[in-house]
């Protein structure tokens, strides 16, 4: 199926969506090879009309070159097929991206420095290491039997060579402790409970998850778009062990719990853990946490629930659950945050532990200064919604990096001079407001203030840290009236609805190149024929 034929076929999907409803219609799809995002509006509709939804499921074949797509069908049944593979994304906001290299701080790049000495050198499993996990292996085993009636049922353990194998396709050595683990277990896809609540998966799973999207292990964040909304970085508990970053080349995951959390063998850690170092992580929390200095380590904590009778028996899918503590290692959420309190005395005295409390999300009707929370003084992350006025006065909050207001008013000059804000949300301000201030952060480098009354729109190219900026389409065509270009800039979004071939002129603008644009027309009553740009 050609380009012509997939806009036919939307032509036609768009058509049944809409109905009886005679109006104009647009469906803007972005593709990027792993996944559609897709919206499609009325042009005399309602904003949101979940009555309209376009199957686009089957429609792109994997190897269509990947952009956005415009269908604008009209109430004759002649449309209009666009694309375009120079916009990132045109769903919901358009997304234009000039640096596709360009990462937040602590989302490193591949390539990261090797550590030394885990290069792969076929040498065999470390025989005192083997013996001692053979040792921890065989007793689970033993427990496992008599409790279960029927020894575990595993996969065959793999051989040195397979080990080996598998290490040179993913450039790394892989822990002793683990080479050893799988030499005798090749697999628990049962679930057994010999990591607790985790299992380990076969080493031709390692390798494929080694490698799929960027080499190492992800937390938290999705790669297949770098520059979707992505909050800071936060410190695992205890600090110090697991480096403050989202992804790193030599984080190995291993396995996992098969609910949306994962295992991994840390191969560079911070400046206070240890090589081999077990994290977790995935959909329970903002940030990876340790779970054990060892696969060896994890195993023993097994076998000491397993001996204090710390278990539940899973009779129909034939495994315990072990209730391991992993000694010296915290169980509490290393994120740890203040939620949906309206009053801000409340909120940090609810606070558990607030020492831990990195991240503050309210709701707050009523003026508020933001010196009440300098007693949390590791909070990196504020969000402060539905307030009168906020003054942001965070000078003694030194590690803020984000923060939210969306207020009637807020006073910018409180933040004069803050080291670490990197990224500032601005909304529902009712005043004009003066950006001056902002070109007293060093560090800023997103900013969002679409919807906003900006006078002196020129103030956005004083800001000298400035990579990553959200306008609505009036403040960029003022921007642009202005003669600034911001050729700084790694990405720009704009916010609301914009038709593609608008922005594929607002990125001409900005660029002054040629951009890619294709477009086909036709009528469902007669084949597409393509047209030039």
Not at 229 to 258: I, S, Y
């Amino acid at each position: 199926m050609d380009v012509g034929e997939i806009g036919r076929t939307l032509a036609e999907r768009l058509r049944d969506a809409v109905g009886e409803r005679r109006s104009d219609a647009v469906l803007q799809i972005s593709w990027h090879g792993r996944g559609i995002r897709a919206a499609e509006w009325l042009d005399e509709g309602p904003p949101e009309d979940p009555n309209l939804y376009v199957d686009t499921f089957g429609v792109f074949p994997p190897d269509l070159p990947h952009g956005v797509y415009e269908m604008r069908l009209r109430r004759d049944g002649s449309y209009r097929f666009s694309f375009s593979s120079d916009i990132e994304l045109l769903t919901e906001r358009a997304r234009l991206v000039f640096d596709p290299d360009f990462r937040y701080p602590g989302h490193p790049v591949p390539g990261m420095p090797r550590p030394a000495g885990i290069e792969p050198t076929g040498r065999p499993t470390d025989p005192a290491v083997l013996r001692e996990v053979g040792a921890l292996v065989g007793e689970f085993a033993e427990r496992y039997t008599a409790i279960m009636g029927h020894a575990p049922e595993w996969a065959p353990g793999a051989s040195e060579e397979e080990i080996a194998a598998a290490e040179t396709q993913i450039g790394v050595r892989l822990p002793e402790d683990l080479r050893a683990l799988f030499r005798l277990v090749g697999e628990d896809s049962g679930e057994t409970g010999l990591l607790s609540y985790y299992a380990h998966d076969s080493l031709e799973t390692l390798v494929r998850e080694y490698h799929d999207g960027l080499p190492g292990s992800c937390a938290g964040v999705s790669f297949d778009s770098p520059l979707e909304d992505t909050c800071p970085v936060f410190d695992a508990d205890p600090p110090g062990r697991l480096k403050r970053v989202f992804r790193n080349d030599w984080w190995v995951t291993f396995g996992g719990n098969h609910g949306g959390e994962y295992l991994a063998v840390d191969l560079d850690p911070d400046i206070e853990g240890k090589p081999g170092q077990v994290l977790a992580y995935g959909d329970f929390s903002e940030t990876p946490r340790l779970v054990g200095t060892s696969v060896a380590e994890m195993i023993e904590e097994v076998l000491k629930a397993l001996r204090a009778g710390r278990y539940t028996l899973h009779e129909g899918d034939h495994r315990i659950e072990v209730h391991a503590s992993f000694t010296g290692l915290p169980v509490r959420d290393p994120a740890e945050s203040v939620r949906d309190r309206a009053d801000p005395a409340e909120a940090i005295a609810g606070a558990e532990h607030p020492e831990l409390v990195q991240a503050c999300y309210l709701r707050h009707e009523g003026d508020l200064d933001l010196t009440v929370f300098e007693s949390l003084g590791s909070l990196r992350d504020i969000g402060v919604r539905g307030a009168k006025t906020v003054t942001p006065t965070v000078t003694n909050l030194p590690l803020l990096e984000s923060l939210t207001i969306a207020a009637e008013q807020a006073d910018l000059e409180a933040l004069t001079g803050h080291p670490t804000l990197w990224d500032l949300t601005l909304s529902d301000l009712t005043h004009p407001v003066d950006l001056s201030p902002l070109a007293t952060l060093p560090n800023l480098t997103r900013l969002t203030i679409s919807g906003l009354d900006i006078p002196a729109i020129d103030q956005l190219a004083h800001l000298p840290a400035l990579r990553v900026l959200t306008l609505d389409a009036n403040q960029l065509t003022r921007l642009l009236a202005s003669g600034h270009r911001l050729p700084q800039l790694a990405a720009l979004t704009i916010s609301g609805r914009v038709l593609l071939p608008d922005a594929v002129e607002f990125l001409r603008q900005l660029r002054g190149a040629d951009v890619h644009l294709q477009e086909f027309t036709g009528s469902l009553s007669a084949p597409p024929e393509p047209e030039r740009a």
